[in-house]
Nanobody
Framework: QVQLVESGGGLVEPGGSLRLSCAASGFTFSSYVMSWYRQAPGKEREMVAAITPAGNNRHYADSVKGRFTISRDNAKNTVYLQMNNLKPEDTAVYYC?????????????WGQGTQATVSS
């Protein structure tokens, strides 16, 4: 059974930090591109950061470059999102995503999300 379980969300003041974790099970974690998405109230879900299976390439949305860092530990089947210098506009539900192509089929899994709120 595939599971992606996010944790680490919470309430933080502007300028603060949060570290999100996503623990994966039920699939070959090290073969998947892992990403973090977020969805704010009334807005569409957007990709925040992505990391390749070996962890040697990363991509960030322009809005978080220089503030967020995605990393992964394939031995622990876990992907992280370190969020620094948080802004109120970073408030959203953050989702973990795993994706790969296999024999022409897209395998795509999602976590249940974790709420991050930036407010004074």
């Amino acid at each position: 059974q595939v599971q992606l379980v996010e944790s680490g969300g919470g309430l933080v003041e502007p300028g603060g930090s949060l570290r999100l974790s996503c623990a994966a099970s039920g699939f070959t974690f090290s073969s998947y591109v892992m990403s973090w998405y977020r969805q704010a109230p009334g807005k569409e879900r957007e990709m925040v950061a992505a990391i390749t299976p070996a962890g040697n390439n990363r991509h960030y949305a322009d809005s978080v470059k220089g503030r967020f860092t995605i990393s992964r530990d394939n031995a622990k089947n876990t992907v992280y999102l370190q969020m620094n210098n948080l802004k109120p506009e970073d408030t959203a539900v953050y989702y973990c995503n795993a994706v790969r192509q296999q024999l022409g089929v897209k395998l795509d899994y999602w976590g249940q999300g974790t709420q991050a709120t930036v407010s004074s």
